[in-house]
């Protein structure tokens, strides 16, 4: 089952998606285009660098020996078909197609064996990076990284149980219909079961919680006007458009 949230005649409500249409708790069925997508999910999102060996090598790094990992804010969560702004005046912006295991229950000194037992779901992001900020790969500063809007995340989470294989998984992003970026799962350094046993071991993860696994190689820079697509096989295709920053705060003044 693919389980959504999206905002629909003025409130927010979690839905199921049913073909082209969501059931919303309350039993009314929309059409998927009359709804504004929200992030599927709304916790702390740990997010990694570096962690497919060929993105790597085409960074010229050696693979990390343990996770590299950062937090990302909430804030910078946005839903699918939703706009993503590209700040004035920098350099190279670029995509992150990642695979993102939703946690389900509380999970504290979980071991290998048991960790994908505390999976609840599988969604999609696009983990947009400003990379004129970037002083250190293995530490992305707060510019980098943790921008209003800039982390797309849906369309929605689909059941661990529908998704029994995630080592073999298919990534791919295109920018204005031309692929520009294909990877595989199993190209992952540290998989999701280390994950949760290394994040796990010195912190409590909470039902709602992320972890944004990271991106194959293949990069390139997004400019206004480009729609960007993000897919990762069997859990979803998230679409976002990149707009100017005057466009985007103009559009969305508090």
Same mark, same amino acid.
């Given at each position: 089952?693919?389980?959504?949230?999206?905002?629909?005649?003025?409130?927010?409500?979690?839905?199921? @998606?049913?073909?082209?249409?969501?059931?919303?708790?309350?039993?009314?069925?929309?059409?998927?285009?009359?709804?504004?997508?929200?992030? %599927?999910?709304?916790? +702390?999102? *740990?997010?990694?660098?570096?962690?497919?060996?060929?993105? !790597?090598?085409?960074?010229? *790094?050696?693979?990390?020996?343990?996770?590299?990992?950062?937090?990302?804010? %909430? #804030?910078? =969560?946005?839903?699918?078909?939703?706009?993503?702004?590209? %700040?004035?005046?920098?350099?190279?912006?670029? =995509?992150?197609?990642?695979?993102?295991?939703?946690?389900?229950?509380?999970?504290?000194?979980?071991?290998? /064996?048991?960790?994908?037992? =505390? @999976?609840?779901? =599988?969604?999609?992001?696009?983990?947009?990076?400003?990379?004129?900020?970037?002083?250190?790969?293995?530490?992305?500063?707060?510019?980098?990284?943790?921008?209003?809007?800039?982390?797309?995340?849906?369309?929605?989470?689909?059941?661990?149980?529908?998704?029994?294989? @995630?080592?073999?998984?298919?990534?791919?992003?295109?920018?204005?219909?031309?692929?520009?970026?294909?990877?595989?799962?199993?190209?992952?350094? *540290?998989?999701?079961?280390?994950?949760? /046993?290394?994040? +796990? +071991? *010195?912190?409590?993860?909470?039902?709602?919680?992320?972890? !944004?696994? #990271?991106?194959? /190689?293949?990069?390139?820079?997004?400019?206004? #006007?480009?729609?960007?697509?993000?897919?990762?096989?069997?859990? #979803?295709?998230?679409?976002?458009?990149?707009? +100017?920053?005057?466009?985007?705060?103009?559009?969305?003044?508090?």
């Amino acid at each position: 089952m693919k389980h959504a949230r999206i905002q629909f005649d003025g409130q927010a409500h979690d839905a199921t @998606v049913e073909d082209d249409h969501l059931r919303l708790a309350d039993g009314r069925l929309v059409h998927q285009d009359q709804v504004t997508w929200l992030p %599927p999910a709304t916790g +702390s999102m *740990f997010a990694l660098g570096l962690n497919y060996a060929d993105h !790597a090598r085409e960074l010229a *790094f050696a693979p990390p020996t343990e996770p590299l990992a950062f937090i990302k804010s %909430p #804030g910078t =969560y946005t839903g699918h078909n939703q706009v993503t702004w590209r %700040p004035d005046n920098v350099e190279y912006m670029h =995509y992150e197609c990642e695979l993102v295991a939703v946690i389900g229950k509380a999970a504290k000194n979980v071991k290998r /064996e048991d960790a994908l037992a =505390y @999976v609840a779901g =599988y969604t999609v992001c696009n983990d947009y990076a400003i990379r004129d900020y970037l002083e250190n790969y293995y530490r992305p500063n707060l510019r980098v990284k943790n921008r209003d809007a800039t982390t797309p995340v849906g369309p929605w989470i689909v059941d661990a149980a529908d998704v029994p294989d @995630v080592s073999n998984l298919k990534l791919r992003t295109w920018i204005n219909g031309e692929l520009k970026q294909e990877g595989t799962t199993a190209d992952m350094i *540290f998989d999701i079961p280390h994950l949760i /046993e290394y994040f +796990s +071991s *010195f912190m409590t993860l909470q039902p709602g919680d992320m972890i !944004a696994t #990271g991106t194959p /190689e293949g990069l390139a820079d997004v400019v206004p #006007g480009d729609e960007v697509v993000v897919e990762v096989e069997g859990v #979803g295709r998230l679409v976002n458009r990149i707009v +100017s920053e005057a466009d985007f705060f103009t559009n969305n003044k508090a």
